[in-house]
C-alpha cells in the first residue's frame, strides 16, 4: 500500500505473491530489510522453512540483497537454510559505550524529543545512561522516552542530569509500592 498498490481482499496468496514481486522490480528495489529475524523460530520447522524459502527466493527473483536484523537468535533462524545462511554475511554490532559517539545519539534523541526546553547532559549522566541502557540501543531509547514522559508530567519539560541519576526501571518502582 506505501507504494500505491490497491489490494483486493479476494486475492489468492499466489495472486498476491506475483502482484509483490512485479511491484517490487517496478520500483527497482534493490534492498529488503527484515526486522527481528530471530522471530521466525516462533514458528514450526515446516513454517520456518517457508518462511526462508520465500526470503531466497524474493532475493533470487528481484536481484536484491538482503538485510536481516535481530538479535542472537536470529543467526540460528537463519541457519535453517543453508544455502541462505551462506549468502549472508554476519555482523555483530557492539553495545554503545559513553564516548563521543555516544554523545551524538543522545544529543540526536533529546532534539527530537517534544520538551520545551534544551536538555544538556554532563559526561557523567551520559556514563551513567550507557550502564542503565547496558549499551542497547532500544533500552537507552526507552530510558530516554520514559524520562521525557516524566519531564512533562512534572512540568520541568527537559531531561536533566538528577533526573538521569535517580531514574530507576518500571518493575522497581512498582516493587517499591508494592
Same mark, same amino acid.
Given at each position: 500500500?506505501?507504494?500505491?498498490?490497491?489490494?483486493?481482499?479476494?486475492?489468492?496468496?499466489?495472486?498476491?505473491?506475483?502482484?509483490?514481486?512485479?511491484?517490487?522490480?517496478?520500483?527497482?528495489?534493490?534492498?529488503?530489510?527484515?526486522?527481528?529475524?530471530?522471530?521466525?523460530?516462533?514458528?514450526?520447522?515446516?513454517?520456518?522453512?517457508?518462511?526462508?524459502?520465500?526470503?531466497?527466493?524474493? *532475493?533470487?527473483?528481484?536481484?536484491? *540483497?538482503?538485510?536481516?536484523?535481530?538479535?542472537?537468535?536470529? +543467526?540460528?533462524?537463519?541457519?535453517?537454510?543453508?544455502?541462505?545462511?551462506? +549468502?549472508?554475511?554476519?555482523?555483530?554490532?557492539?553495545?554503545?559505550?559513553?564516548?563521543?559517539?555516544?554523545?551524538?545519539?543522545?544529543?540526536?534523541?533529546?532534539?527530537?524529543?517534544?520538551?520545551?526546553?534544551?536538555?544538556?547532559?554532563?559526561?557523567?549522566?551520559?556514563?551513567?545512561? *550507557?550502564?542503565?541502557?547496558?549499551?542497547?540501543?532500544?533500552?537507552?531509547?526507552?530510558?530516554?522516552?520514559?524520562?521525557?514522559?516524566?519531564?512533562?508530567?512534572?512540568?520541568?519539560?527537559?531531561?536533566?542530569?538528577?533526573?538521569?541519576?535517580?531514574?530507576?526501571?518500571?518493575?522497581?518502582?512498582?516493587?517499591?509500592?508494592?
Amino acid at each position: 500500500m506505501a507504494m500505491g498498490a490497491s489490494i483486493n481482499e479476494r486475492v489468492t496468496l499466489m495472486e498476491l505473491e506475483i502482484r509483490t514481486v512485479l511491484l517490487l522490480k517496478s520500483n527497482n528495489v534493490r534492498v529488503l530489510v527484515f526486522d527481528e529475524v530471530h522471530n521466525l523460530l516462533a514458528g514450526t520447522p515446516r513454517e520456518q522453512r517457508v518462511i526462508l524459502q520465500l526470503l531466497r527466493y524474493l *532475493s533470487n527473483e528481484i536481484k536484491a *540483497s538482503l538485510v536481516c536484523l535481530g538479535v542472537s537468535e536470529a +543467526r540460528d533462524a537463519i541457519a535453517g537454510d543453508t544455502q541462505l545462511a551462506r +549468502r549472508l554475511d554476519q555482523f555483530v554490532l557492539p553495545r554503545w559505550k559513553a564516548d563521543e559517539e555516544f554523545q551524538e545519539l543522545v544529543t540526536a534523541i533529546l532534539r527530537s524529543l517534544p520538551l520545551r526546553l534544551p536538555s544538556a547532559l554532563s559526561s557523567q549522566s551520559l556514563r551513567h545512561l *550507557s550502564r542503565l541502557g547496558d549499551g542497547i540501543t532500544a533500552r537507552v531509547f526507552g530510558i530516554l522516552n520514559e524520562l521525557a514522559i516524566e519531564a512533562i508530567q512534572n512540568g520541568i519539560e527537559r531531561i536533566t542530569d538528577d533526573s538521569i541519576e535517580s531514574w530507576r526501571p518500571a518493575l522497581e518502582k512498582e516493587a517499591a509500592f508494592a
